[in-house]
């Protein structure tokens, strides 16, 4: 193992409550996967066989489009539909929502919040995975044992976004470690690392391994020296298995079907470059020779490749030394909790997620800064526009071109921002919530407290602004019920950039923003008079939350009977306020209505945010 790693001492008796680790064999009967439906179906997988063990280390080795991924992702419970075939563990029909308890996924990206620094992440995961049944002293000496182990003792301040990608690659799996689970699934674990980087990450999962785990990571092309760090392979071809055993029986097993991989040659690129027919079409009799890898099924032996004259090589002959240290202190990392859902309690969750989400927008200085100058800028920018027009009858019309352009100022100034943000970290959320940290409840409402303050604050700077230098009535009352409605739509806002982020891609989410609003922003009742609007589209405005910011707004400056205007020029054919809300249909409104559609609005769009959220993680399987 590398020099940071080997020079890290453990003291076992400073470790926490060492506790036996559960030994769980995963074995899979004709796995067949499909994509697509009628004319478009393509069979990935076929009827595809094999059991890994544990305490060993497994390699899924294939070329691009071989079905790696995908095997891993079935295996892993990640993908359910177009799947047949069956998964046990321990020989017994998998449980899938007791399987996502014991086991982690760690996908091929890190998908971290780069603004926590690498201790704050650890101390929430541990938060998280451990619960309350864990004190604090606890918690934080498996915090240190796991930066040791890591090799992340000295980075443990540091941002995440700062590392380097070995460095992340290590916290993505000491993150999964608190809850000591018991199959590891990894997918292109070195991708973007260089060799020594690799190295020590397939290093730290072998020591995993030894600890009585099942770990199961896919790679593409290994070099020979990484190769030694796996007790089993599983090599995939066209979708069906070719090989599965040891290491070191790979070559004689290639020999029986006449392919001689030279002396000098990385056995893994020889038998990729079989795989991709470099050396004929010999892949149908390398997967008939061990029948799609039912025979090792059958005989439920890694040891076993064939009933044939080949030599098994048992596991133990494997030259790698383990570091029998690391693999027994790892398995004190955690006491699960079957019979809850999650390790912690709801409000424990909601109470993590919502420090850890109030430090990752503060630190986002780029974002917060920018937002914060955008609404001065801009309210610096209308109040000189409309300057000093606010008691005027001869600029009454300007007035209300003014009050309905802030409703737009704050509608996207708080919609694009979560637009942006929400999709990037939808793939932490799916990691960390399909890895079983914490509930989608808890992390939804974590997320929509945590923005909260924010709406307030920068619509209340934008709004004083322009309140002010516009020279709107000197009244308190009024002031507070024109912010009420600012920060009203602004909430309505911020929930319609998180219905988008959860529901598509950033780039369709951006498109969808502004023009989605289209809508809702023509039946407000400033650009057309709401008793202009055709009888057939008569009940578009009562959904238009535009509508209700809008009425809410000239009620709020010209409502609750309002003396006459003065008026610069001879003659203002709108001194009386009541006359000029009789103009846009507004005399008779309510006020405090106006807050209720806002408020229903706000709580039907967080409402469809989180089912839609929920959707995508159920579709993604």
Same mark, same amino acid.
């Given at each position: 193992? #590398?020099?940071?790693?080997?020079?890290?001492?453990?003291?076992?008796?400073?470790?926490?409550?060492?506790?036996?680790?559960?030994?769980?064999?995963? @074995?899979?009967?004709?796995?067949?996967?499909?994509?697509?439906?009628?004319?478009?179906?393509?069979?990935?997988?076929?009827?595809?066989?094999?059991?890994?063990?544990?305490?060993?280390?497994?390699?899924?080795?294939?070329?691009?489009?071989?079905?790696?991924?995908?095997?891993?992702?079935?295996?892993?419970?990640?993908?359910?539909?177009?799947?047949?075939?069956?998964?046990?563990?321990?020989?017994? #029909?998998?449980?899938?929502?007791?399987?996502?308890?014991?086991?982690?996924?760690?996908?091929?990206?890190?998908? !971290?919040?780069?603004?926590?620094?690498? #201790?704050?992440?650890?101390?929430?995961?541990?938060? /998280?995975?451990?619960?309350?049944?864990?004190?604090?002293?606890?918690?934080?000496?498996?915090?240190?044992?796991?930066?040791? @182990?890591?090799?992340?003792?000295?980075?443990?301040?540091?941002?995440?976004? $700062?590392?380097?990608?070995?460095?992340?690659? =290590?916290?993505?799996?000491?993150?999964?470690?608190?809850?000591?689970?018991?199959?590891?699934?990894?997918?292109?674990?070195?991708?973007?690392?260089?060799?020594?980087?690799?190295?020590?990450?397939?290093?730290?999962?072998?020591?995993?391994?030894?600890?009585?785990?099942?770990?199961?990571?896919?790679?593409?092309?290994?070099?020979?020296?990484? /190769?030694?760090?796996?007790?089993?392979?599983?090599?995939?071809?066209?979708?069906?298995?070719?090989?599965?055993?040891?290491?070191?029986?790979?070559?004689?097993?290639?020999?029986?079907?006449?392919?001689?991989?030279?002396?000098?040659?990385?056995?893994?690129? +020889?038998?990729?470059?079989?795989?991709?027919?470099?050396?004929?079409?010999?892949?149908?009799?390398?997967?008939?020779?061990?029948?799609?890898?039912?025979?090792?099924?059958?005989?439920?032996?890694?040891?076993?490749?064939?009933?044939?004259?080949?030599?098994?090589?048992?596991? #133990?002959?494997?030259?790698?030394?383990?570091?029998?240290?690391?693999?027994?202190?790892?398995?004190?990392?955690?006491?699960?909790?079957?019979?809850?859902?999650?390790?912690?309690?709801?409000?424990?969750?909601?109470?993590?997620?919502?420090?850890? @989400?109030?430090?990752?927008?503060?630190?986002?200085?780029?974002?917060?800064?920018?937002?914060?100058?955008?609404?001065?800028?801009?309210?610096?920018?209308?109040?000189?526009?409309?300057?000093?027009?606010?008691?005027?009858?001869? +600029?009454? !019309?300007?007035?209300?071109?003014?009050?309905?352009?802030?409703?737009?100022?704050?509608?996207?100034?708080?919609?694009?921002?979560?637009?942006?943000?929400?999709?990037?970290?939808?793939?932490?959320?799916?990691?960390?919530?399909?890895?079983?940290?914490?509930?989608?409840?808890?992390?939804?409402?974590?997320?929509?407290?945590?923005?909260?303050?924010?709406?307030?604050? +920068?619509?209340?700077?934008?709004?004083?602004?322009?309140?002010?230098?516009?020279?709107?009535?000197?009244?308190?009352?009024?002031?507070?019920?024109?912010? $009420?409605?600012?920060? $009203?739509?602004?909430?309505?806002?911020?929930?319609?950039? !998180?219905?988008?982020?959860?529901?598509?891609?950033?780039?369709?989410?951006?498109?969808?923003?502004?023009?989605?609003?289209?809508?809702?922003?023509?039946?407000?009742? +400033? /650009?057309?008079?709401?008793?202009?609007?055709?009888?057939?589209?008569?009940?578009?405005?009562? !959904?238009?939350?535009? =509508?209700?910011?809008?009425?809410?707004?000239?009620?709020?400056?010209?409502?609750?009977?309002?003396?006459?205007?003065?008026?610069?020029?001879?003659? $203002?054919?709108?001194?009386?306020?009541?006359?000029?809300?009789?103009?846009?249909?507004?005399?008779?409104?309510?006020?405090?209505?106006?807050?209720?559609?806002?408020?229903?609005?706000?709580?039907?769009?967080?409402?469809?945010?989180?089912?839609?959220?929920?959707?995508?993680?159920?579709?993604?399987?």
């Amino acid at each position: 193992m #590398d020099v940071e790693m080997q020079g890290t001492s453990l003291d076992l008796t400073a470790a926490p409550d060492v506790q036996s680790q559960a030994s769980l064999d995963l @074995t899979f009967r004709d796995i067949c996967f499909t994509t697509g439906k009628g004319r478009n179906a393509k069979r990935i997988l076929n009827e595809i066989n094999g059991v890994f063990k544990s305490g060993q280390l497994t390699a899924i080795l294939g070329p691009s489009g071989a079905g790696k991924s995908s095997l891993m992702n079935i295996l892993a419970g990640l993908r359910t539909s177009g799947v047949e075939g069956q998964v046990y563990v321990n020989g017994v #029909d998998r449980v899938l929502q007791t399987f996502r308890k014991q086991s982690v996924y760690i996908s091929q990206q890190d998908f !971290l919040l780069t603004n926590l620094t690498v #201790d704050e992440y650890m101390t929430s995961a541990a938060h /998280l995975k451990l619960g309350n049944d864990c004190s604090e002293n606890e918690k934080l000496s498996k915090i240190e044992f796991v930066l040791k @182990t890591l090799g992340l003792t000295k980075n443990r301040q540091t941002e995440i976004g $700062c590392l380097s990608g070995g460095e992340c690659k =290590r916290l993505s799996i000491g993150l999964e470690l608190f809850n000591n689970p018991d199959i590891l699934f990894l997918d292109e674990p070195t991708s973007g690392l260089d060799s020594s980087s690799s190295l020590q990450c397939v290093g730290l999962l072998r020591d995993i391994a030894r600890g009585g785990r099942t770990v199961v990571a896919s790679i593409h092309q290994p070099s020979s020296r990484m /190769l030694d760090y796996f007790d089993h392979i599983y090599i995939v071809a066209g979708g069906s298995c070719i090989y599965q055993g040891p290491i070191g029986s790979l070559v004689p097993y290639l020999q029986q079907a006449n392919l001689y991989c030279p002396g000098y040659n990385n056995p893994a690129d +020889f038998v990729m470059d079989v795989a991709c027919g470099e050396y004929g079409d010999v892949i149908s009799e390398l997967v008939s020779s061990i029948e799609n890898g039912r025979l090792i099924y059958q005989a439920n032996s890694t040891s076993v490749i064939s009933t044939q004259s080949l030599d098994p090589v048992s596991v #133990d002959e494997n030259p790698i030394v383990d570091n029998r240290d690391v693999a027994v202190t790892l398995m004190a990392l955690g006491k699960r909790k079957e019979k809850q859902n999650y390790p912690a309690p709801f409000h424990k969750q909601v109470a993590v997620l919502l420090g850890r @989400t109030c430090r990752t927008i503060w630190r986002e200085k780029m974002l917060t800064t920018i937002r914060f100058f955008t609404h001065v800028v801009l309210g610096l920018l209308v109040g000189t526009m409309y300057w000093l027009g606010g008691n005027d009858a001869a +600029f009454i !019309l300007n007035n209300a071109s003014m009050l309905f352009f802030n409703l737009l100022v704050v509608l996207f100034a708080s919609t694009m921002p979560t637009v942006v943000t929400f999709p990037l970290e939808r793939k932490v959320l799916v990691r960390e919530h399909l890895n079983h940290w914490y509930s989608l409840k808890a992390y939804y409402l974590a997320k929509t407290i945590a923005d909260i303050p924010f709406q307030f604050l +920068f619509p209340g700077i934008y709004m004083s602004i322009v309140y002010l230098m516009s020279n709107q009535p000197m009244s308190i009352e009024r002031y507070s019920m024109l912010l $009420c409605i600012t920060i $009203c739509l602004a909430l309505c806002g911020q929930g319609i950039g !998180l219905l988008l982020g959860a529901i598509f891609d950033i780039q369709v989410a951006v498109f969808l923003a502004p023009t989605g609003c289209i809508p809702f922003v023509l039946f407000a009742g +400033f /650009l057309v008079n709401l008793n202009s609007v055709p009888y057939y589209m008569s009940w578009m405005p009562y !959904l238009s939350f535009m =509508r209700y910011g809008f009425e809410g707004s000239m009620l709020a400056i010209y409502g609750n009977d309002r003396p006459p205007l003065s008026c610069s020029k001879m003659y $203002c054919h709108y001194r009386s306020p009541y006359n000029f809300l009789e103009q846009f249909d507004m005399a008779e409104s309510s006020y405090y209505w106006s807050v209720v559609g806002l408020m229903t609005f706000f709580l039907v769009v967080r409402v469809a945010g989180y089912f839609a959220l929920s959707f995508k993680l159920k579709f993604m399987r």
